[in-house]
């Protein structure tokens, strides 16, 4: 076929590098990862710059998945982080707006290579306990084991997103809101520029389950069209399970970025709020290990509770609006000011939440309130 959309099982279009396993830790070990995406990556990262004995564990010789965030959100410790790409999305809908926040796109590699300053192992892990990990017939223990493998749960609201990267240099643009014609579920159209072009990607904001992934290939092929595989430099396909914060097993790993629920309810992102929350869970984690609760737990705290309570509030709102309804919601969001909008979206910050609910709220018309609130009551209701 010479003008297709690639399928899911179209990887990369360059190769991965063979896995290979670092030289071992010697001594005891103070913390064993599991999971080294950039949420266990960094954590185990930044517990090795404390002098922790630290063991990385992860069948995955690379991140195959594009990873992006705003830069006003980095942590202190990671200020120059290498990136593919730097620009200044807007977003579309009725109106274009300009929020003004550079958003970046990491170089997995590069940001990878600089995170893994501990021994790793590539394969697969099982048996995984509070203090124990079995990797093939080895156990390996360690003060406290941490599962940073990602969200589990499918049947629940997920996420969900088809992308190719096209030779092109379209401008960026973070939500086109605009909806498609004779499509029953709302998507919207992620444009931003990678190296060496644009990924174009079309995405369910949040649906409860998966959607086929023919729905979302056909609605990005109504967004830009057929492409000769000769502009096709890869594909991409993202599932994030969009769960609340995971209870901690007081006799199993303690979770982390994704597997704990770092998952923004609303945006769907967690890359800035791992990174984030590296530290301080490290600080927790410390004072555990000699023997302190669990509560200590960074996103345990009262704060992130209630701003995951609110946030599941304003989840329910999206996921019962309709195609005609959710980008005019959506696009209110964008009529708060930077520094709201960043309040908003920031997961742990329930002051900014529910001034933005608040705001979105009072800018909505008469027949949008109503299916705001109908969606409320019916949440109160669970």
């Known amino acids: 076929m010479d003008s297709v959309i690639p399928g899911p099982d179209v990887g990369p279009a360059v190769p991965l590098p063979p896995a290979s396993d670092s030289p071992p830790p010697s001594g005891p070990l103070d913390m064993i990862v599991v999971g080294l995406g950039p949420a266990g990556a960094a954590l185990a990262h930044r517990a090795s710059l404390r002098g922790w004995n630290v063991l990385g564990i992860d069948p995955e010789p690379a991140w195959r998945n594009t990873y992006g965030l705003f830069t006003d959100e980095l942590p202190d410790w990671l200020p120059d982080p290498p990136v593919e790409t730097l620009s200044t999305p807007s977003v579309i809908g009725e109106s274009e707006h300009h929020p003004g926040r550079e958003y970046a796109i990491l170089d997995n590699d590069a940001l990878r290579n600089r995170f893994l300053t501990f021994p790793t192992i590539n394969e697969a892990a099982g048996d995984?306990?509070?203090?124990?990990?079995?990797?093939n017939d080895e156990a390996h223990v360690a003060d406290i084991v941490v599962d940073a493998?990602?969200?589990t749960d499918m049947e629940g609201p997920v996420q969900q997103a088809y992308g190719v990267v096209l030779k092109d240099d379209a401008a960026p643009v973070w939500m086109d809101l605009r909806p498609l014609e004779g499509t029953e579920t709302p998507t919207f159209h992620y444009q931003i520029p990678v190296s060496g072009g644009t990924l174009h990607e079309e995405t369910s904001l949040i649906h409860q389950g998966p959607l086929p992934w023919s729905a979302l290939r056909d609605a990005l092929r109504q967004r830009i069209g057929d492409h000769p595989d000769t502009e096709v430099m890869a594909s991409e396909t993202v599932l994030i399970p969009m769960t609340a914060m995971a209870e901690v097993d007081?006799?199993?790993p303690v979770p982390f970025g994704a597997r704990a629920g770092f998952v923004n309810p609303i945006s769907g992102f967690s890359v800035a709020t791992s990174f984030d929350l590296a530290d301080p869970t490290l600080d927790a984690l410390s004072l555990i290990i000699r023997g302190d609760t669990l509560n200590r737990l960074p996103w345990m705290a009262l704060r992130y509770r209630l701003d995951q309570w609110l946030l599941s509030i304003g989840q329910q709102v999206l996921l019962e609006l309709d195609a005609g309804k959710l980008p005019g919601f959506l696009e209110k969001v964008f009529t708060l000011s930077t520094a709201e909008q960043k309040r908003f979206l920031?997961?742990?910050d329930p002051v900014g939440t529910a001034r933005g609910m608040l705001r979105i709220f009072l800018a909505c018309d008469r027949n949008l309130r109503r299916s705001i609130l109908r969606a409320?009551?019916?949440?109160?209701q669970r």
């Open 346 to 348: 920031r997961l742990g």
């Open 250 to 252: 007081s006799t199993g």
């Open 128 to 135: 995984i306990g509070r203090n124990r990990v079995r990797v």
């Open 149 to 151: 493998r990602g969200g």
């Open 376 to 380: 409320v009551v019916s949440r109160s």
